[in-house]
Structures are given as structure tokens and as C-alpha cells.
């Protein structure tokens, strides 16, 4: 029954070394989007892709960047992590606009997660 | 920029309590608004939420909220909590389309028994 689903749940990576999240989703959603959770803080939109447009946010650093290489998977790519970067990672799709058929609009549904640890 | 508070960081309830949690927003156009549910090891759920139309929205388990435009808010209730109710509840805020949500920094609701 998952709708939007995040592997891995949980990721260890070393400080600098490249590291790749993936969401994929059954919702059929022309949106995706990325946040970052940490502790005790609200969900940070890093990014989203509309469709196939990429829609960066102003302070999201350059070191975070995705791809999103059909509807289904949209993934999260962190160049070089830092310690500041352990976080939870959380994908999210949602249906925008018009002519896109199927389910209710405008409402985002979020995976489980991926929460990464940077040693 | 559109901006979300929720003034009540940590609530702790005996079970049976009446809930209410604050959100207000900032924003200067029309809003979709919203309250998410993140049950511990979870993801975040949708709970409710408002688009138009009749101010007070009901969502599951029993919450509803309402939007009072006047003072940018949009307020979380409950009845009567149960234990099942521990969970962090996030208020959140859209735009013109839902592109841009802008979450509030969230509630720990922990009910004791």
C-alpha cells in the first residue's frame, strides 16, 4: 500500500563521500518534492521538480542536487556531506494543474524517510 | 515569504483532555492550509485541511481546526484525547499552489494515561 516510498531508511555515509537517496512513487503525482528534517525543526524544502522542471530553492546549498529521471523515481544526490547534513530526508509527491487526472489536489503525501548519518 | 508559528512546543494531556494547538501564518495571498501528523516512526500523514468554504474543517481521528482569517490563524482541536494521540503535529501553509509548503517548527504531543 505504500504510495511514496523511500529507500534506504536509514543511511550511513563518511564525511565527503558522495551519497544518493531515492524516492519512488505509485500516485502517478507530476510533483516531487525534497526536504530536509532535523532534529526539533520543521521540514526544509530543499527542492522540487515539476513535471520535469527543476525548481531550486534560493538557500539550498550546491552541494544538494536531484534528478529525476521519469515520473516514478526522483532521487537526492549530496556531493560531499558534511557533518551539518545528518538529517532526516523526506520525499513527497502531490498532484498539480490541470489535466492531470487522478486523486485529490494541491494535498502533499510524504514517504517515511531516510535518515542519514554522516561519520 | 510566507511563515507558519505554532506557539506550544511540547503538550503533555492526560488522557480524555480537550486538545488545542495553536498555528498562525503569515501570508499575503490566499492560503491552502494544513495540519500534518507524524505518529513516532512514522511519516508524516495528512490530518486535515482547509482550501475554502466552511471555516471549520473536520479531519480523521476525531480532530477538526478552524481558519479565523481575521487573525491568520488556524487552530487545532480535539474533544477528547487518547494515548493513541502521541505524535508531533505540524501546521502548515501553501500558496497559489502547493509547490511552496511552509511547515511550522511542530508540537511533541505526548498524552499519559
Known amino acids: 500500500d505504500a504510495m511514496v516510498i523511500q529507500n534506504p531508511r536509514y543511511q550511513v555515509t563518511q564525511f565527503g563521500k558522495p551519497v544518493t537517496l531515492s524516492c519512488s512513487q505509485t500516485?502517478?503525482?507530476?510533483?516531487m518534492y525534497w526536504y530536509q528534517q532535523k532534529s526539533s525543526q520543521a521540514p526544509k524544502l530543499l527542492f522540487h521538480?515539476?513535471?520535469?522542471?527543476?525548481?531550486n530553492e534560493a538557500d539550498t546549498p550546491d552541494n544538494f542536487q536531484s534528478r529525476r529521471p521519469n515520473t516514478s523515481f526522483c532521487f537526492l544526490d549530496i556531493r560531499s556531506p558534511g557533518l551539518g547534513d545528518a538529517a532526516m530526508y523526506l520525499c513527497?509527491?502531490?498532484?498539480?494543474?490541470?489535466?492531470?487526472?487522478?486523486?485529490?489536489?494541491?494535498?502533499?503525501?510524504f514517504g517515511a524517510g531516510t535518515r542519514l548519518s554522516v561519520l | 515569504a510566507q511563515s507558519v508559528s505554532q506557539h506550544n512546543h511540547h503538550v503533555i494531556l492526560s488522557e480524555a483532555a480537550s486538545l488545542e494547538l495553536g498555528c498562525n501564518y503569515s501570508?499575503?495571498?490566499?492560503?491552502?492550509l494544513f495540519w500534518y501528523v507524524q505518529y513516532p516512526g512514522q511519516h508524516l500523514q495528512l490530518l486535515l485541511k482547509?482550501?475554502?468554504?466552511?471555516?471549520l474543517v473536520k479531519g480523521i481521528k476525531g480532530f477538526e481546526a478552524e481558519f479565523i482569517k481575521s487573525k491568520f490563524s488556524f487552530n487545532l482541536r480535539k474533544p477528547s484525547v487518547q494515548w493513541s494521540d502521541t505524535a508531533e503535529y505540524f501546521c502548515?501553509?501553501?500558496?497559489?499552489?502547493?509547490?511552496?509548503?511552509?511547515f511550522g517548527t511542530g508540537t511533541r504531543l505526548q498524552v499519559t494515561l
Open positions: 513527497a509527491t502531490s498532484r498539480e494543474g490541470s489535466g492531470v487526472l487522478g486523486g485529490p489536489k494541491n494535498i502533499q503525501y
Open positions: 500516485l502517478n503525482h507530476n510533483v
Open positions: 521538480y515539476y513535471d520535469k522542471d527543476f525548481n
Open positions: 501570508y499575503g495571498g490566499t492560503v491552502n
Open positions: 482547509y482550501f475554502s468554504g466552511d471555516p
Open positions: 502548515a501553509v501553501s500558496g497559489g499552489t502547493a509547490s511552496k509548503l511552509t
